[in-house]
């Protein structure tokens, strides 16, 4: 939400100064373009913090996402797979989506409804 409303205020800004004075407009434009450069380096920075903890939590028998202990169980591909929630992480601690990759197997039965 917080980068929505700064966006939203930067429009507000941008669009004030497009009759004001235009050349305010095209340096609040390439401050946005050069922003996101800022914004990729920040979402590598947070996403190689949360693979170093989930390894972390993972080497100690627990599931970085539902935090229930001793249930991790290593699959065929080397994956670890909760028990509990059906989670599964990489060797390197990502979470993976079991849509993106339809491979996964989960020790957790699905039940159909009756």
């Not at 340096?27 to 693979?51: D, K, M, P, S």
């Not at 903890?53 to 627990?62: N, Q």
């Given at each position: 939400?917080?980068?929505?409303?700064?966006?939203?205020?930067?429009?507000?800004?941008?669009?004030?100064?497009v009759?004001?004075?235009?050349?305010?407009?095209?340096?609040?434009?390439?401050?946005?373009?050069f922003?996101l450069?800022f914004?990729?380096?920040g979402?590598?920075?947070?996403?190689?913090?949360?693979?170093?903890?989930a390894?972390?939590?993972?080497?100690a028998?627990?599931?970085?996402?539902?935090?229930?202990?001793?249930?991790?169980?290593?699959?065929?591909?080397?994956?670890?797979?909760?028990?509990a929630?059906g989670?599964?992480?990489?060797?390197?601690?990502?979470?993976?989506?079991?849509?993106?990759?339809?491979?996964?197997?989960?020790?957790?039965?699905?039940?159909?409804?009756?």
């Amino acid at each position: 939400m917080v980068v929505f409303w700064t966006y939203l205020l930067a429009f507000a800004v941008a669009f004030c100064f497009v009759f004001i004075f235009p050349q305010v407009t095209l340096i609040l434009l390439f401050l946005a373009i050069f922003g996101l450069i800022f914004a990729v380096i920040g979402r590598a920075i947070l996403n190689a913090a949360e693979c170093f903890l989930a390894r972390r939590i993972l080497r100690a028998d627990r599931c970085p996402r539902c935090a229930s202990p001793g249930r991790m169980a290593p699959n065929s591909a080397g994956r670890c797979v909760c028990a509990a929630c059906g989670t599964s992480f990489d060797p390197r601690g990502s979470e993976l989506d079991p849509e993106l990759d339809p491979k996964l197997d989960s020790p957790v039965p699905i039940v159909a409804a009756s």
